[in-house]
């Protein structure tokens, strides 16, 4: 499966950005498809993740309650919602799929897209 993602930008804090993430290939239904951002200096810090079957979500404590991740079946795509921005949530956002189930750690997913920066000015 091959990930694209798309849709970051520049925004003032308190603003919101949506980003996506199209996959070309099949997912399986029992693939997780998961969020995650790195900041300049920083490891590669899970987001969000959903599971492609039932759309169950999950997310990292720092932006529950902001961020919402969804999925379009039908699109193969996985959509990130990102309300309230901080600038502590600049950082380049990728998405990634994993065959293993839910996890909130990078070695989890095998399939990675090239991301895309999300720059949020204060």
């Known amino acids: 499966v091959q990930l694209q993602a798309f849709g970051g930008g520049f925004v003032q804090a308190g603003g919101f950005l949506r980003v996506s993430c199209v996959a070309s290939?099949?997912?399986?239904?029992?693939?997780?498809m998961g969020w995650f951002r790195q900041a300049p200096g920083k490891e590669r810090d899970f987001v969000a993740a959903?599971?492609?079957?039932?759309?169950?979500?999950y997310y990292a404590d720092s932006v529950k309650g902001r961020f919402t991740i969804s999925r379009d079946n039908a699109k193969n795509t996985v959509y990130l919602q990102m309300n309230s921005l901080k600038p502590e949530d600049t950082a380049i956002y990728y998405c990634?799929?994993?065959?293993?189930?839910?996890?909130?750690?990078?070695?989890?997913?095998?399939?990675w897209g090239q991301g895309t920066q999300v720059t949020v000015s204060s």
């Open positions: 990634a799929r994993s065959a293993v189930g839910l996890s909130d750690t990078a070695s989890g997913y095998a399939d």
């Open positions: 290939g099949r997912i399986f239904s029992s693939s997780v």
């Open positions: 959903i599971r492609w079957n039932t759309g169950a979500t």
